[in-house]
């Protein structure tokens, strides 16, 4: 015990990264780079952990405290357009890190957490050049990891918007890429896409820590427990192994137990997204195991009147949701004109709405995604870096002077693939 608490205190001095040192000066909170929490996998081997989405106060709380008795390295995320400049909840790119250091230090929680922002999308040239300045304040607002997710555009422009953004996002910092949109069976990603994608970013002297794929899922609530391919996400992996690059596994919520399993111990995925299940179950919406929404013949929610929100208080937000017309996919809309109610309840409620989330995000930890114990060997990782900065995972292996611009158009002209319908698939 008092190696594991020395320790510790050498990551809390060496491990936080500049912009968290400077934003919480007397904090006790380890908050690391997201290359931190993706090494700490690797070391364990056949396990991944949760990038759960804090959309709400209650959320983030129950997360922690899942983590700190799995003993995990964990990450906490919000999208772009759930806490971006437009977005749909109260927490946000800007203030997730504070939320987080002031849960640890109230809590004493003493596991390492990444603070990322996940599909930091990117659809035009006009993003390009906001992002320019937007991602430089998200990282003076505690960010220790992003996700650029130009997905959206074709190939040559997602390669091409990656390599133009990549000075804006410290060197230090969790990086994640993505090819191929998320939208479920449509537009699946494909080997020639993603070593495109990462070839070009490796001619340039860029390694991601994750690449993100449209792997078959969706976001938000599944209509069932079907949805990931494995054989497709190992063999892109596979394809990848030169580069060094993790998984990072979108739309893992509705995806049953076994499933996630297999991802862990068949795939490089260290990363896994859970968004929807933990909005439900905190909430206290009947949820089945692998924390996919139930919902009654008339096609709503059945809520638990012994769990998250007091019953009056999800009353008046199932009328203001059929005031707005919202369908149960768009439930997530409830969370910025909710928070401040949410959070304004008697402390058994917000109590029991942390404590489901808590219960469902250990058993995930333990029992699913093999991350148990994994806290410790993140702390490994910084201590025999000697630093915050864990560096790179690949070196340089492609040539530059094949990966101009004018030859990444033509090298993406060649490409043949799906891209699947048009629509919003943000998160």
């Given amino acids: 015990m008092a190696d594991q608490s020395k ?20 904090s006790r909170a380890l908050i690391v780079s997201g290359k931190v929490i993706d090494r700490a996998l690797m070391v364990k081997g056949k396990a991944m952990t949760i990038a759960a989405n804090g959309r709400s106060l209650p959320v983030i709380v129950g997360t922690l405290m899942a983590a700190q008795k799995a003993n995990a390295a964990i990450i906490i995320e919000i999208a772009k357009s759930e806490g971006g400049s437009s977005s749909y909840c109260a927490v946000t790119f800007w203030n997730l890190a504070r939320f987080v250091d002031d849960i640890c230090n109230e809590l004493n929680i003493t596991i390492p957490v990444a603070i990322h922002a996940d599909h930091y999308g990117i659809k035009s040239a006009k993003d390009i050049e906001i992002a320019k300045t937007e991602i430089p304040s998200m990282f003076d607002a505690g960010m220790t990891s992003i996700a650029i997710d130009a997905s959206h ?5 997602n390669l091409l918007a990656n390599i133009t953004l990549n000075p804006y996002i410290p060197q230090w910092a969790g990086y994640e890429t993505e090819v191929g949109e998320i939208k479920g069976k449509e537009g699946l990603s494909t080997v020639a896409e993603a070593k495109f994608l990462i070839q070009g970013l490796n001619a340039h002297g860029i390694s991601p820590d994750w690449i993100a794929l449209n792997n ?39 995806n049953n137990s076994d499933r996630l399993r297999k991802i862990a111990a068949e795939t490089a995925t260290t990363k896994a997204n859970v968004a929807t299940a933990l909005q439900m179950i905190s909430w206290g919406v009947k949820v089945n195991e692998y924390g996919n929404a139930y919902l009654d013949e008339n096609k709503e929610f059945v809520k638990v009147p012994t769990d998250g929100l007091s019953d009056a208080l999800w009353n008046e937000m199932v009328e203001y949701a059929k005031s707005k017309s919202l369908k149960a996919g768009d439930y997530k809309k409830l969370n910025l004109p909710f928070e401040n109610k949410i959070l304004g309840q008697a402390k058994e409620y917000r109590e029991r709405m942390a404590k489901g989330v808590e219960d469902f995000v250990y058993d995930l930890l333990v029992n699913v995604f093999n991350a148990k114990d994994t806290a410790p060997l993140a702390i490994d990782a910084i201590i025999k870096a000697g630093s915050y900065n864990l560096g790179p995972k690949a070196k340089p292996i492609e040539n530059p002077a094949e990966w101009t611009e004018e030859k990444i158009r033509k090298r993406a002209a060649d490409i043949s693939s799906a891209k699947g319908p048009e629509g919003n698939f943000d998160d």
């Fill in 216 to 254: 078959g899922t969706t976001h938000g609530i599944e209509a069932s427990d079907a949805g990931i391919q494995l054989d497709l996400t190992a063999d892109i992996h596979k394809a990848l192994a030169p580069y060094k690059i993790s998984g990072a596994q979108h739309g893992t919520s509705g």
């Fill in 7 to 26: 320790a510790f205190e050498k990551a809390l001095e060496i491990g936080r990264p500049p912009n968290i040192k400077k934003l919480f000066p007397n």
């Fill in 153 to 157: 555009m074709p190939d040559d422009e």
